[in-house]
């Protein structure tokens, strides 16, 4: 059973950057995608960002591309996301997950964080 706990979440202002970081608890070899999710009050959860095993392939919702960057590092069992020129519509609960394929799509994440709440002040 795979494991993921998230960290690296706040409050920041408009403009700002923020960096979430996401161990997980077994080796983060080329067996797992990692893929990181959001959650907004009243929404559903959507999709974010992915990375697959050799970091080879990376995954961007078109709302966080080029202003988000997924990267992971195997030897620490860790995936981050920088997350630059944040706006208030990003606010929600930042959450990691692991799937067994290369994929974009929620339904094939089969393992998931408790989450962290990312606050993004106007």
């Known amino acids: 059973q795979v494991q993921l706990v998230e960290s690296g979440g706040g409050l920041v202002q408009a403009g700002g950057s923020l960096r979430l970081s996401c161990v997980v608890s077994?080796?983060?070899?080329?067996?797992?995608?990692l893929g990181w999710f959001r959650q907004a009050p009243g929404l559903d959860r959507e999709f974010v960002s992915a990375i697959s095993g050799s970091g080879g392939t990376t995954f961007y919702a078109l709302s966080v591309k080029g202003r988000f960057t997924i990267s992971r590092d195997n030897a620490k069992n860790a995936v981050y996301l920088q997350m630059n020129s944040l706006k208030s519509e990003d606010t929600a609960v930042y959450y990691c997950a692991a799937s067994r394929t290369i994929t974009d799509s929620i339904g094939s994440y089969t393992n998931w964080g408790q989450g962290t709440q990312v606050t993004v002040s106007a």
């Open positions: 077994k080796s983060a070899s080329d067996d797992y995608t």
